[in-house]
T-cell receptor, first 116, second 112 residues
Framework: NAGVTQTPKFQVLKTGQSMTLQCAQDMNHNSMYWYRQDPGMGLRLIYYSASEGTTDKGEVPNGYNVSRLNKREFSLRLESAAPSQTSVYFC???????????????FGAGSRLTVL | GDSVTQMEGPVTLSEEAFLTINCTYTATGYPSLFWYVQYPGEGLQLLLKATKADDKGSNKGFEATYRKETTSFHLEKGSVQVSDSAVYFCALKPYNNNDMRFGAGTRLTVKP
């Protein structure tokens, strides 16, 4: 009953380095999302994937790429990290969960990224 | 575009006090509205939701009513506990797409 699993939980990068945040869900959700959380700004949508094989830009997509590898996995890549990308990143899946109905997001525990 | 605005925090209350966190929204059509809660070091969890006007969502003593006339979805609890200390996010899903928009979050601290 893992739900949504993100790795790594913590990462420190130097400016210009690349990395990929991994996300996997075992809830059979069609839709998956990547958000970033910054103080005073709540959650902002980076990219989402409505179904396997499709991805769409959200509110703040610049500097990121995503891959919906299969129904379970949705990765977020930073090709050349910048200090402005220091944030906490959350992956989420959306769908029926515990009888609470569709359109409910289930979040992972978050990945804290620091770019020096 | 569709968006939510919630009251800025932080909010500090004594145990058993009454809680209100205001949330208003801007949207076309009839969005679905949500409150999520984030405990320290964790991801967000759904607290309650309402999918149409005049619906009341409730959970764990928290309530919020979908008010179309005032475009609001204020969160209330009659008697808060120390364990309610967390950050609360109001959120909206537009009626015509798969997106989800969040407010900035309101940090609540409840003191014994």
């Amino acid at each position: 009953n893992a739900g949504v699993t993100q790795t790594p939980k913590f990462q420190v990068l130097k400016t210009g380095q690349s990395m990929t945040l991994q996300c996997a869900q075992d809830m059979n959700h069609n839709s998956m999302y990547w958000y970033r959380q910054d103080p005073g700004m709540g959650l902002r949508l980076i990219y989402y994937s409505a179904s396997e094989g499709t991805t769409d830009k959200g509110e703040v997509p610049n500097g990121y790429n995503v891959s919906r590898l299969n129904k379970r996995e949705f990765s977020l890549r930073l090709e050349s990290a910048a200090p402005s990308q220091t944030s906490v990143y959350f992956c989420a899946g959306k769908g029926l969960a515990g009888g609470r109905g569709a359109n409910v997001l289930t979040f992972g525990a978050g990945s804290r990224l620091t770019v020096l | 575009g569709d968006s939510v605005t919630q009251m800025e925090g932080p909010v500090t209350l004594s145990e058993e006090a009454f809680l209100t966190i205001n949330c208003t929204y801007t949207a076309t059509g009839y969005p679905s509205l949500f409150w999520y809660v984030q405990y320290p070091g964790e991801g967000l969890q759904l607290l309650l939701k309402a999918t149409k006007a005049d619906d009341k969502g409730s959970n764990k003593g928290f309530e919020a009513t979908y008010r179309k006339e005032t475009t609001s979805f204020h969160l209330e609890k009659g008697s808060v506990q120390v364990s309610d200390s967390a950050v609360y996010f109001c959120a909206l899903k537009p009626y015509n797409n798969n997106d989800m928009r969040f407010g900035a979050g309101t940090r609540l601290t409840v003191k014994p």
